[in-house]
């Protein structure tokens, strides 16, 4: 018997292999009136002279590392209208800056500073193929020798706007 020809009360049949995942239909929100407002933010700084490449694989690294070790970012798992699932995305925007190597340096202080959960990417991880040597090479440098090249930060608004501050949004 297919989905489709089930009684209403029937259990839906496991997946097979290779097919996605269902869940039951979302029912969708209701649009809010007015936009929503945040009272936290989550901000990704670049160093200006990386490669697009590198931009993009920067940004990659850095909010993975938020969804773990501060769950309040991420929202509720997404469905689509047939039912198939899909993972759970951050519930804010992330903004995007750049500056030079200079900027970094100070809102990566700024960042130590006021103790907001943070995430770095420094030009050595560029040499290295896994997680278990970005690690070691994060390791071997002192804090203020970090050639940084990437700074996740989250926390409330004005500690956020102050860490990035000097730093222009990403182009």
Known sequence: MNAE???ADATPAE???GEPARTEPVPAEPLPAEPVRFDTKIAVLLREDLEPWQRLNVTAFLVSGLGPSVPEVVGE???DADGVGYLPMF???VLV???TKETLTAAHGKALTRALPRALFTSDLFTTGNDRDNRAAVRAVPTAELDLVGLAVYGPRNAVDKV???ARMHP
């Open 77 to 79: 798992p997404y469905a």
């Open 97 to 99: 800056f750049e500056g």
């Open 91 to 93: 519930r804010q925007p």
């Open 5 to 7: 020809h089930a009684p």
């Open 15 to 17: 997946p097979t292999p």
């Open 164 to 166: 990035v501050k000097g």
